[in-house]
């Protein structure tokens, strides 16, 4: 069961969560691939598995990072928020619908 989330934990709090969780299993795939390529025989389903979170994580990042309100994408809002929490306090609201993120 999952650990109940803060009353004060925005929008723009939640985008960059989700956007964090998606780069450490992008990361950690990519790692693993890169790893593999120095191993004298790697396992293939090793790599392919590494591969598909990889790119899965990619693919995630641009489907499923929407605004609650209107489902806009809005993955360089998370991305920000995620990497840089200052760069994403210039995103004051949502593009599409103008939902506050705070």
Do not use: K
Request: include cysteine; charge should be positive.
């Amino acid at each position: 069961m999952a650990a109940p989330l803060p009353e004060a934990m925005g929008i723009r709090d939640r985008l960059g969560r989700d956007m964090r969780v998606y780069l450490g299993i992008g990361l950690t795939g990519w790692c693993v691939f890169v790893a593999c390529l120095f191993m004298a025989r790697p396992p293939a389903w090793l790599m392919i598995g590494a591969f598909v979170a990889t790119c899965g994580a990619l693919v995630s990042m641009l489907m499923f990072i929407r605004c609650p309100h209107c489902r806009a994408r809005l993955p360089q809002i998370a991305f920000a928020a995620a990497v840089a929490p200052s760069t994403a306090s210039r995103f004051d609201r949502c593009p599409a619908c103008g939902t506050h993120l705070d």
